[in-house]
């Protein structure tokens, strides 16, 4: 993993432990979040494409400035090589942290997880050998509450692949390309109630 996938996830963490506790008169932030999203996941070539995905959110916030959560995104149309309906699967799960006045939060996000890719004989054709792969999703969250317990969230993050030492043949060139990391880019928004 890149050394500054590991210094937010640090700073994330440091940011919550250290941020003074909320006093008695600031405990009117939302506790427990659950939530959809909708999300979209552009994945960078050779294993090129993107999707529109659905996913489930739940998160549980410590204090007003630091949170656990955790989510899971399907995407039904990914595209991965010449296969344009594979259905890919993450799962991500880690801190928020940051500044949270009144009904409005800005956060820091930094989740470890795992991608899977279905088993497919293109994929193994092309080289992928192993379909479930270490995903970090580093990036910017914004919240909004409202007073009737409903919530609006976005999010926009680079979710970092790790394909280790694997290669793929390219279909457009024939050329074999090693993975190892990839940065992909990720866009949210997401609906939810907050209690």
């Given at each position: ?36 999203q909708l999300t979209v996941l552009v994945l960078d070539p050779p294993i090129s494409g993107g999707g529109l995905g659905v996913g489930a959110r739940f998160g549980y916030n410590l204090t007003s400035h630091f949170g656990l959560e ?126």
């Open positions: 993993m890149e050394n500054h996938y590991v210094r937010a996830l640090l700073l994330c963490v440091s940011l919550g432990l250290l941020w003074p506790a909320s006093s008695p008169a600031q405990t009117d932030y939302p506790r427990i979040e659950a939530g959809i955790g989510e899971v995104n399907r995407f039904p149309g990914a595209g991965t090589f010449s296969e344009p309906n594979l259905s890919v699967t993450d799962g991500l799960f880690g801190v928020k942290a940051g500044l949270f006045a009144r009904d409005t939060g800005v956060f820091l996000k930094a989740r470890p997880g795992f991608i899977h890719f279905p088993r497919n004989g293109d994929l193994q054709a092309h080289g992928l050998t192993h379909l479930d792969h270490f995903a970090f999703d580093v990036g910017l969250v914004g919240e909004r509450y409202f007073p009737n317990h409903l919530f609006v969230r976005l999010d926009l993050s680079d979710t970092l692949l790790a394909f280790g030492n694997e290669h793929v043949t390219d279909t457009m060139t024939g050329t074999l390309t090693r993975l190892g990391t990839r940065n992909n880019a990720t866009f949210a928004i997401g609906f939810g109630v907050h209690f």
